[in-house]
């Protein structure tokens, strides 16, 4: 009796510790995530400069993971990943015929680490609980590099340049913040999809956050996205403003809206008014020009607009030269610099991250890869999300990709971590659509 008690209570201690073990694990796999969704948008700082190419905490923080995984065998890639790894090989392939290979190289093997971080959100985010986790600390983030945005812009008015790259604003003693990017529009890009989510949040409400979190989340994200000064994330908040409140009103919105404390429709009425002053000021300083300085309107400078309309048309003529056989990423630039004899080299000469990817996959390359995200849109389709537990998060995030999409037509580099990110949790909330709980 004794060796039966004796055998039950170490087999329930056995069960114990394997348990204690698995969550262990379960844990650090969630700290790895963390901390590439935190550190995603750092381009100047905790990077590494190997033989001229820069490595970031993510890239080091993916590699490790994925080795893991890899040797525990527990990787989990998707079936119709297999569209995105034809891309992958005939970016190699191209990237082989290009003048500079090591450059071209080089790109494909960030390539590489971009989607091994994709498998690797989707091998540790796998049930509906741990996807509520996700989400939850994907906008937790943005809450979190706002607040360091905000933080940079107050310090930079008692001369304290935390990090700042563009100290003022068209001669004002207004900081242009970027947080840990290299300047604010690519601050405002990182934002953009988090702004997004979160006032799409707003409107619908949510099953991971309070109605009171969201409203705050929603004030700070808006206030670091407006401070950092960029038009083009201006103009984006105003095309959403525009699309979700003015051309499709939500009348269960406006009825919430009066039913919320006065203190947040205060806090609301308070931030507007300090917008309007500070827009007063810089036109009583500098006129209206100063908006659309850079952008070729009503009789302003195009440095900017000129410019990247002239690169955009420039890559294209890329693509048309040579339609069926790409450049490969990396060799889009190393072909411009060439076409266009621009010396020094320069890595971001092309504009539009599109005409970018048409360009350096060409057709042959680029059929793979539409068909790739066709496979993950393709669980947004009304009939999957309707009844999904996360059925507000879901069009959320797809309303985010699309804007992220719209924001980095006018940039260059789709291997921006954040992006893929974005695409990672995408594909695992997509995938979470399938299961048709209320509660979880």
Same mark, same amino acid.
């Given at each position: 009796?004794?060796?039966?008690?004796?055998?039950? %209570?170490?087999?329930?201690?056995?069960?114990?510790?394997?348990?204690?073990? @698995?969550?262990?694990?379960?844990?650090?796999?969630?700290?790895?995530?963390?901390?590439?969704?935190?550190?995603?948008?750092?381009?100047?700082?905790?990077?590494?400069?190997?033989?001229?190419?820069?490595?970031?905490?993510?890239?080091?923080?993916?590699? $490790? %993971?994925?080795?893991?995984?890899?040797?525990?065998?527990?990787? +989990?890639? &998707?079936?119709?990943?297999?569209?995105?790894?034809? =891309?992958?090989?005939?970016?190699?392939?191209?990237?082989?015929?290009? &003048?500079?290979?090591?450059?071209?190289?080089?790109?494909?093997?960030?390539?590489?680490?971009?989607?091994? %971080?994709?498998?690797?959100?989707?091998?540790?985010?796998? @049930? &509906?609980?741990? /996807?509520?986790?996700?989400?939850?600390?994907?906008?937790?983030?943005? *809450?979190?590099?706002? =607040?360091?945005?905000?933080? !940079?812009?107050?310090?930079?008015?008692?001369?304290?340049?935390? $990090?700042? /790259?563009?100290? /003022?604003?068209?001669?004002?003693?207004?900081?242009?913040?970027?947080?840990?990017?290299?300047?604010?529009?690519?601050?405002? /890009?990182?934002?953009?999809?988090?702004?997004?989510?979160? %006032?799409?949040?707003?409107?619908?409400?949510?099953?991971?956050?309070?109605?009171? !979190?969201?409203?705050?989340?929603?004030?700070?994200?808006?206030?670091?996205?407006?401070?950092?000064?960029?038009?083009?994330?201006?103009?984006?908040?105003?095309?959403?403003?525009?699309?979700?409140?003015?051309?499709? &009103?939500?009348?269960?919105?406006?009825?919430?809206?009066?039913?919320?404390?006065?203190?947040?429709?205060?806090?609301?009425?308070?931030?507007?008014?300090?917008?309007?002053?500070?827009?007063?000021?810089?036109?009583?300083?500098?006129?209206?020009?100063?908006?659309?300085?850079?952008?070729?309107?009503?009789?302003?400078?195009?440095?900017?607009?000129?410019?990247?309309? @002239? !690169?955009?048309?420039? @890559?294209? +003529?890329?693509?048309?030269?040579?339609?069926?056989?790409?450049?490969?990423?990396?060799?889009?630039?190393?072909?411009?610099?060439?076409?266009?004899?621009?010396?020094? $080299?320069?890595?971001?000469?092309?504009?539009?991250? =599109?005409?970018?990817?048409?360009?350096?996959?060409?057709?042959?390359?680029?059929?793979?890869?539409?068909?790739?995200?066709?496979?993950?849109?393709?669980?947004?389709?009304?009939?999957?999300?309707?009844?999904?537990?996360?059925?507000?998060?879901?069009?959320?995030?797809?309303?985010?990709?699309?804007?992220?999409?719209?924001?980095?037509?006018?940039?260059?580099?789709?291997?921006?971590?954040?992006?893929?990110?974005?695409?990672?949790?995408?594909?695992? *909330?997509?995938?979470?659509?399938?299961?048709?709980?209320?509660?979880?």
């Amino acid at each position: 009796m004794y060796s039966d008690y004796k055998a039950i %209570m170490y087999s329930s201690d056995k069960s114990r510790i394997c348990k204690n073990k @698995t969550t262990q694990k379960i844990q650090f796999g969630k700290i790895g995530l963390f901390i590439i969704i935190f550190t995603a948008s750092f381009d100047i700082f905790g990077v590494i400069n190997i033989a001229g190419m820069t490595f970031r905490i993510p890239q080091f923080i993916t590699l $490790f %993971m994925f080795a893991i995984l890899a040797f525990r065998d527990k990787i +989990q890639s &998707p079936k119709y990943f297999n569209m995105l790894y034809i =891309w992958a090989a005939l970016q190699f392939v191209f990237a082989l015929f290009c &003048p500079n290979k090591l450059y071209s190289i080089g790109y494909w093997g960030w390539t590489i680490i971009v989607i091994c %971080m994709v498998i690797v959100f989707c091998s540790i985010i796998d @049930t &509906p609980q741990k /996807t509520r986790w996700l989400i939850k600390n994907y906008i937790l983030v943005f *809450v979190l590099m706002s =607040w360091l945005g905000i933080i !940079q812009w107050i310090l930079g008015f008692f001369g304290i340049h935390f $990090f700042l /790259t563009q100290v /003022t604003f068209n001669g004002t003693r207004m900081p242009r913040i970027n947080g840990f990017t290299y300047e604010p529009s690519y601050y405002s /890009t990182y934002l953009m999809p988090g702004w997004v989510l979160i %006032m799409y949040l707003l409107e619908h409400g949510s099953v991971v956050f309070s109605k009171k !979190q969201v409203s705050r989340y929603a004030m700070i994200i808006s206030l670091a996205l407006f401070m950092s000064s960029s038009r083009m994330g201006w103009i984006f908040m105003g095309l959403y403003m525009l699309l979700r409140f003015m051309i499709a &009103p939500n009348p269960l919105f406006m009825k919430n809206l009066r039913k919320r404390r006065m203190i947040y429709i205060s806090v609301c009425i308070l931030g507007a008014i300090c917008v309007a002053m500070l827009a007063i000021y810089l036109i009583a300083k500098n006129g209206y020009g100063f908006i659309f300085d850079g952008l070729g309107i009503g009789g302003t400078s195009s440095h900017s607009s000129g410019a990247r309309t @002239t !690169q955009f048309l420039n @890559t294209l +003529q890329l693509f048309f030269d040579q339609p069926f056989l790409g450049y490969s990423l990396g060799g889009v630039s190393v072909a411009y610099c060439n076409k266009y004899q621009i010396v020094p $080299f320069d890595s971001g000469a092309s504009m539009c991250v =599109w005409i970018e990817l048409l360009a350096g996959s060409g057709i042959i390359g680029i059929i793979p890869f539409a068909i790739w995200v066709s496979h993950i849109l393709k669980h947004y389709r009304k009939e999957k999300v309707k009844y999904s537990i996360f059925v507000r998060e879901s069009k959320g995030l797809l309303y985010a990709f699309v804007f992220e999409c719209m924001i980095l037509a006018m940039n260059q580099n789709i291997l921006r971590i954040y992006f893929w990110v974005l695409v990672a949790v995408l594909i695992i *909330v997509g995938r979470t659509n399938r299961f048709r709980m209320i509660y979880i």
